[in-house]
């Protein structure tokens, strides 16, 4: 029999924005001994802002960011969202054949030609001829573009840390918990958000399985797990850790279903409060 009290606890979480979908989810999260998140719109608002376009091979700047805008104008990643911010005259009869390609970018044709946008991995996976240099842009995330295969240019994104990231990790760390961020990110983009984030461990440039790895042979051995992300590519590894946690609630539907802790908001101090009440009932029941 369940305990009435873990009601009780349940009843709490879902007044303050925190749907935990079950008794046994409550438990775990008071016994959590390592918490794991993803970088991009999780730790970080996901909003990027351009700080550079550099256009190669006879294309300008405006072309980079006309066909980086119509190749990412059916994706939901945080970076297609943040380049369509700063294009909006978008053609959609001039886009077929969309395809994303999870932990790599995007590809399409647009307006007959096939363009390519996404990470230095996608340009290799394709083999697209690309200048050596480019692949180690030693800062900020970047992107990408290709059009029938001519390596077009890159464009410059740097994001920011959410309002209660830092607070969120220095407080689960006094409450003894290992904590831990995964990325797809680039190793530069990855540092200097850890390193800003007292300086917690971090894995990056993961695929989405990459992070299925991590999370098996490095994490949940050494105690039951907590994962928070808020992403379609972060499912994988809701599924897969002892405690799911998805924020942004009710953005996805497909993370929604997976993730057995359900958080409304985009702030991560709720994971802390979450964790409080999860304790607090457990205390009760004991
Ligand atoms: P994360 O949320 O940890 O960054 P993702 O798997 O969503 O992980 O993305 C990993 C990397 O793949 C991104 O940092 C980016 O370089 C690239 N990427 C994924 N989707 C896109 C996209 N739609 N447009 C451009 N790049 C993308
Ligand atoms: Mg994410």
Do not use: Q
Not at 111 to 125: A, E, M, S, Y
Not at 170 to 176: A, E, P, Q, T
Not at 189 to 210: F, G, K, T, V
């Amino acid at each position: 029999a369940i305990p009435l009290t873990y009601f009780a606890g349940i009843g709490k979480s879902s007044k303050r924005g925190i749907l935990i979908k079950g008794a046994s989810y409550l438990d775990t999260l008071a016994n959590i001994k390592n918490i794991v998140f993803d970088k991009t719109g999780t730790l970080t608002h996901g909003s990027f802002e351009i700080t550079n376009i550099n256009s190669v091979n006879g294309f300008s700047k405006d072309d980079l960011l006309m066909y980086s805008a119509h190749a990412e104008a059916n994706s939901n990643h945080p970076i297609a969202r943040s380049i369509l911010k700063h294009f909006k005259k978008i053609d959609h009869s001039l886009i077929k054949n969309f395809h994303e390609l999870n932990g790599f970018g995007v590809t399409c044709s647009i307006n007959g030609k096939l363009v390519h946008v996404g990470n230095d991995k996608l340009l290799h996976r394709e083999n697209i001829p690309h200048p050596e240099t480019v692949c180690k842009l030693d800062e900020k995330s970047t992107v990408h573009v290709s059009v029938n295969r001519l390596y077009a240019g890159n464009i410059l994104l740097a994001d920011k840390l959410k309002e209660s990231s830092r607070k969120t990790v220095d407080l689960l760390k006094s409450k003894g918990l290992s904590v831990y961020m995964l990325t797809g990110d680039n190793e530069s983009a990855a540092r200097e958000i850890a390193e800003r984030l007292s300086n917690i461990d971090y894995y990056s440039e993961l695929l989405p399985e990459n992070k299925i790895d991590i999370l098996e042979k490095k994490i949940l051995k050494s105690g039951k797990t907590a994962f928070v992300g808020d992403g379609i590519n972060d499912t994988p590894a809701l599924a897969r850790a002892d405690v799911g946690i998805a924020m942004n609630g009710f953005g996805n539907d497909a993370v929604v279903e997976i993730a057995d802790v359900v958080i409304m908001g985009a702030e991560p101090i709720k994971i802390v409060e979450s964790i409080n009440i999860a304790r607090m009932t457990k205390k009760i029941v004991l």
